[in-house]
Every structure is written in C-alpha cells, then in structure tokens.
C-alpha cells in the first residue's frame, strides 16, 4: 500500500481547490478568456499551486494547475505556470499570514487602476470587507517580481485584501485562496458601486471611527460563527 504523505494530500486537497476556485473568476464577471489566475499556499511548504498559463477556464483541472516554490520555479507539472508566479511567489516569502493569491482585469476596479485613483470608502461593504480605501499600487510590468513587490509594499501599509495595480488590475489576498476570492468579488462590486455614485454626484465619505466599527464587526462577528 503506497503511503501519501501529507504534503503530497495536501497538494492533492489544493489543486482541487484552486481548480474550483477559478470558476468563480468568470462566474462574477471579473475576467475574460484567460486573463486572471488563483493560487494557494500549500501550508508548512514553501510551494504554492497555480493556475497554468494561458489555459481556457474551461480547461483548468486539478491535474493540470501547476506546483512550483516559493521562487517560481515547478516542482510538478506539465504546464508553464501563470505569467504571476513570480509576483505570487513574492507575496508569500514577504506576508507570512498569507494563504491565497487573485489576480482579475474586472472592468470597473481596472477602470479605477487605470486612473491611479484608490477607491474611497464611501459604502458599509467597502468597510466590511476593506476596512478602507482600496488602495492603488505601483505601476509595474509582468514577468518578474517588480509586480510582487508592489502588491506587498502597498498591502503592509493597508488593512485592504485588495490592491488595484495601476495601469493592470486587481490583486487580492487572504488566509485561503476563497477568501482572496471573496476579496476580488467584492472589490468589483465596490468598484461599480462608487463608480456609479460618481456619476451623479460626489459619494459621501463614512466616519473612520464608523469604518472601524464596520470593519470589526464584519471580520470578527457577522455570519456563523
Ligand atoms: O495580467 C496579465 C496580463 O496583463 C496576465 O498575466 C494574467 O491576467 C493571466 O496570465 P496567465 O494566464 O495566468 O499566465
């Protein structure tokens, strides 16, 4: 009887995972053709399990979601990994706390990043789940690690899952890869959210001490516990 190793049923729980994950991209509107990627830590490992470059969402499995580590180097897989690697690699060597990776073009938060312009948090959703404004990050050119950089340096001065990339688009974190998920659903709809506010008028900024309250309540008490 061969015997797994934990790792080896933890990359297996993963790729599944982030498999499933993906779905979601296109489910809400966030990405088109194969734009966007998901990745997960793989816990107490220095490897992370990505999405394979340039594949159709409809033709990611978990055999083909791609393992590689904390460099951005595959450790196992057919397929070359995302264009963000590297990027991810660099947001979990640098934020520990760090179990999931989003990457997204959705239309609204690009048309925000297009502009360098942080989304200001003038909805309860946007305390709730960003504590704040969605913060804008640096203008950095895919295929390396500058992309990575400019995620962490942004994120650690922000409680925000999200940052909006100038230029790019939009990254998000979180413990696991559904809650960096949850983040970049949710930042879409804050993005048209305010967007359409815009229109109309200026969008009434909330009291940062209500913010806080906001944002307390929503990380540590709303839903099942
Ligand atoms: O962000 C970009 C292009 O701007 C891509 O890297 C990304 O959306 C999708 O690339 P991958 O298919 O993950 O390699």
């Known amino acids: 009887m061969s015997v797994v190793t934990d790792v080896e049923q933890s990359i297996r729980n993963l790729r599944?995972?982030?498999a499933v994950l993906h779905a979601e991209l296109p489910r809400y509107g966030l990405v088109v053709w194969t734009a966007g990627n998901v990745s997960a830590r793989v816990p107490g490992h220095e490897l992370l399990v990505i999405k394979p470059s340039g594949v159709s969402y409809d033709d990611l499995t978990p055999e083909n979601m791609v393992v590689c580590d904390l460099e951005g180097r595959v450790v196992e897989g057919d397929h070359a990994p995302s264009s963000d690697?590297?990027?991810q690699a660099y947001v979990y060597r640098?934020?520990?706390?760090?179990?999931?990776?989003?990457h997204t073009h959705s239309p609204y938060a690009v048309a925000w990043a297009a502009r360098g312009e942080p989304i200001p948090c003038v909805t309860t959703m946007c305390a709730d789940e960003f504590g704040g404004?969605?913060?804008v990050g640096p203008f950095a050119i895919i295929g390396d690690d500058s992309?990575?950089?400019?995620i962490v340096e942004t994120l650690r001065g922000s409680r925000s899952p999200a940052v909006l990339m100038q230029n790019h688009g939009v990254f998000t974190?979180?413990?696991t890869a559904k809650s960096a998920v949850k983040a970049a659903?949710?930042?879409e709809d804050v993005a048209r959210s305010v967007h359409l506010s815009r229109q109309l008028g200026q969008p009434i900024p909330i009291e940062q001490s209500s913010?806080?309250?906001?944002?307390d309540r929503y990380q540590n008490v709303y839903g099942q516990r």
């Open 133 to 135: 404004e969605i913060p």
């Open 185 to 187: 659903v949710m930042c």
């Open 94 to 102: 640098h934020l520990p706390e760090v179990g999931g990776v989003v």
């Open 16 to 18: 599944r995972e982030v």
């Open 173 to 175: 974190v979180g413990p």
């Open 85 to 87: 690697t590297e990027a």
């Open 211 to 215: 913010v806080d309250a906001l944002y």
């Open 147 to 150: 992309i990575g950089r400019g």
